[in-house]
């Protein structure tokens, strides 16, 4: 393959996630002073040592960021921007992988699509294992396209695949599914035509199955999964009266003012695969796309915070990106070879991928405004007799504030960073008199799930000296 496919991808990868680097260091805090990493944040700075949720062990690859900035003894600011950067670090590291090692410029685009073409709120929230997973399962697909075939795959090429599928097939639950129509997509009987070999891609869907078996049938799924999974009962408690509900209509509506490329690269896949009759790939596409998200939307049919929801869609753009980008956009290259796409369909990309990175910069606002509401809140209530607070949720702004589980960490990381000296300690919580029994020690941290004592805190970074009970404020 020529190199100038490779070279142009990788020039313009790396922009897009110098841009998305640089705006992970101008809004680190309204990416990490917020529910989930706020709370490992802590949890990690408390612990000295990673800290891996339900089995999900592609955490450890962000992790490792604010981890190293704490063991060379930075400061929390820095420790929290590392984290921050951390994240972009991680998936620009993986497209190099793809584009430059595995040589796989389709790939490496396809992964730029995953990290920009619908991503919106989930810039800010930034803690779930679902896009890392899925950076994986972008490499994994990478490296089995450049191997191709069993003769390929010996040695250390058949433990890297091996362990890549282990680690995306764990990484969350809804994984599967992209994961199981990247291997369909790139299926074909004959093998001198496959991009991969079909015993090849036979034996890792094998694999997967196995590691899936004994994840949730074996070993048995954790709490937070089983609950997840549960959900998916409400497809026989709703049907057929799926398009009534909340959750489609409010994909619908964000699909005209933050997923617009999404819907366009939609109906263009759907009109190239009936214009050009290829009904398997046309079937193929409709179904996953489809019914991934009528999954999802059926297990949360009221709706619920963008943030959460997009998250889950994000597997999408994984969908809509590989017909693209294998299919459709090759199509205009005239003649179509390894050459890549024209220039006039490569600018055209530049030209979305820009415009998305601005609509991600402008995003900030809502997540800005939760900070500054915070602020405002820990500067009205510093001189009270008592500032150690548990507030209800009646009492706070929870259309500002969007979730109150994580405040207690927000609280101090945001007080530790702009007054190193004087931690503050506020929880918001629906019901804060349940908490009641733990407020009889003056040198305790209240948070959602455990007491802790001034002490268990890194002195490095978290510094309350406020001896007083705590407050709490009830509805």
Avoid at 116 to 124: E, K, P, Q, R, S
Avoid at 170 to 176: D, V, W
Avoid at 393 to 398: G, H, I, K, Q, T
Avoid at 414 to 437: K, M, N, Q
């Amino acid at each position: 393959m020529s190199d100038n496919p490779i070279r142009r991808t990788l020039w313009f990868g790396l922009f897009v996630y110098a841009a998305l680097f640089v705006l992970s260091l101008v809004f680190y805090l309204e990416r990490t002073v917020f529910a989930d990493i706020a709370f490992h944040t802590v949890t990690l700075l408390k612990k000295k040592t990673l800290f891996i949720q339900n089995q999900r062990f592609v955490a450890a690859l962000t992790q490792i960021f604010p981890l190293s900035a704490a063991k060379a003894g930075v400061s929390l600011k820095g420790v929290l921007m590392a984290y921050s950067a951390g994240f972009i670090v991680y998936y620009g590291a993986v497209f190099v992988l793809v584009t430059a090692w595995l040589r796989q410029w389709q790939m490496g685009l396809t992964l730029v699509l995953c990290s920009c073409l619908m991503v919106t709120d989930t810039f800010y929230w930034i803690q779930s294992e679902l896009p890392q997973g899925l950076a994986l399962l972008v490499l994994t697909l990478a490296f089995l396209l450049r191997y191709r075939s069993a003769e390929g795959f010996k040695g250390w090429q058949l433990g890297v695949l091996f362990t890549l599928w282990f680690t995306v097939a764990y990484a969350h639950p809804m994984l599967a599914f992209p994961l199981f129509f990247g291997l369909l997509f790139f299926w074909q009987k004959d093998p001198e035509r496959a991009l991969v070999h079909p015993k090849l891609l036979a034996a890792s869907g094998m694999f997967v199955l196995l590691v899936l078996l004994l994840k949730n049938q074996v070993l048995g799924p954790s709490g937070y999964d089983a609950e997840a999974m549960g959900r998916v009962a409400n497809l026989r408690r709703y049907f057929p009266n799926y398009f009534n509900l909340a959750s489609n209509r409010d994909f619908l509506r964000w699909c005209l003012d933050a997923y617009y490329l999404l819907a366009l690269a939609f109906f263009g896949n759907l009109a190239f695969y009936i214009w050009q009759k290829r009904w398997y790939k046309l079937l193929l596409f409709i179904c996953f796309f489809l019914c991934y998200l009528l999954l999802v939307n059926v297990s949360i049919p009221d709706g619920f915070h963008r943030f959460y929801l997009e998250n889950l869609y994000l597997p999408l753009a994984f969908f809509a990106a590989l017909p693209l980008l294998f299919d459709l956009l090759p199509h205009f290259a005239r003649p179509a070879t390894a050459a890549g796409l024209p220039k006039w369909i490569f600018a055209g990309l530049v030209v979305c991928m820009a415009l998305r990175i601005v609509h991600i910069g402008f995003a900030h606002r809502p997540w800005t405004a939760r900070l500054d509401w915070e602020r405002s809140f820990m500067a009205e209530t510093a001189t009270l007799p008592q500032p150690k607070l548990l507030v209800a949720e009646s009492r706070v702004p929870m259309d500002k504030l969007l979730m109150s589980w994580g405040t207690s960490f927000e609280f101090m990381l945001l007080s530790s960073i702009e007054s190193p000296d004087s931690t503050r300690l506020i929880a918001v919580d629906e019901d804060p008199s349940r908490l009641g029994w733990a407020t009889k020690q003056p040198r305790s941290v209240i948070t959602e799930w455990e007491v802790w004592e001034y002490d268990a805190l890194p002195q490095r970074y978290f510094h309350p000296t406020d001896t007083s009970l705590y407050e709490i404020r009830s509805k």
